[in-house]
T-cell receptor, first 114, second 113 residues
Framework: AQSVTQLGSHVSVSEGALVLLRCNYS??????LFWYVQYPNQGLQLLLK??????LVKGINGFEAEFKKSETSFHLTKPSAHMSDAAEYFC????????????FGTGTQLKVEL | SQTIHQWPATLVQPVGSPLSLECTVE??????LYWYRQAAGRGLQLLFY??????ISSEVPQNLSASRPQDRQFILSSKKLLLSDSGFYLC????????????FGSGTRLTVV
């Protein structure tokens, strides 16, 4: 079975500071990996996805993530946090069985302070 | 373009009452469809998924059921709600062939009282 672990359920940064949200995956096959963002009482929006084409993936809103097979990691970063980045972020990995099932981490709540 | 509609946005139901949440997708055919439940601090739990009309796979035993009467319609139901059914329910779709990104609906906040 595939799984992801998000380290830190809450992360707080100052506006303009680096954002780093951690995600480690477990997979017996080359994975597809995703980062989603959720604003309060809304659905999830895709930030970026890794599909083995390139290890550094750029997404929307200035976010990017690097796939590191040796570390089984797919951490999400943004050079400079903005107040509008405050939200919950989910890492996910695709399954190997039928139905294209995604397994999500437990999420990281990002708080951006002035 | 493809869109996904989920309703209602909020719902307050008494214990023991029935439930029906509906999700429809437009602009695509033969999508994979999913129901997730989100509880605070527990991430998203996959409840059901469907790869075609009438094909439902259940991921966890529970008080809920799902149906797919049409290609782009996915319904989540319960005959008798429990307090533990409270949560935020999300519908999602992905392409049936290739591509693995999900597109999510806006969610339904269900409170069982």
């Amino acid at each position: 079975a595939q799984s992801v672990t998000q380290l830190g359920s809450h992360v707080s940064v100052s506006e303009g500071a680096l954002v780093l949200l951690r995600c480690n995956y477990s997979s017996s096959v080359p994975p597809y990996l995703f980062w989603y963002v959720q604003y309060p009482n809304q659905g999830l929006q895709l930030l970026l996805k890794y599909t083995s084409a390139a290890t550094l993936v750029k997404g929307i809103n200035g976010f990017e993530a690097e796939f590191k097979k040796s570390e089984t990691s797919f951490h999400l970063t943004k050079p400079s946090a903005h107040m509008s980045d405050a939200a919950e972020y989910f890492c996910a990995v695709s399954g190997t069985g039928g139905g294209n099932k995604l397994t999500f981490g437990t999420g990281t709540q990002l708080k951006v302070e002035l | 373009s493809q869109t996904i509609h989920q309703w209602p946005a909020t719902l307050v139901q008494p214990v023991g009452s029935p439930l029906s949440l509906e999700c429809t997708v437009e602009g695509t055919s033969n999508p994979n469809l999913y129901w997730y439940r989100q509880a605070a601090g527990r991430g998203l739990q996959l409840l059901f998924y469907s790869v075609g009309i009438g094909q439902i796979s259940s991921e966890v035993p529970q008080n809920l059921s799902a149906s797919r009467p049409q290609d782009r319609q996915f319904i989540l139901s319960s005959k008798k709600l429990l307090l533990s059914d409270s949560g935020f329910y999300l519908c999602a779709w992905s392409p049936g062939t290739g591509g693995r990104s999900y597109t999510f609906g806006s969610g339904t906040r269900l409170t069982v009282v």
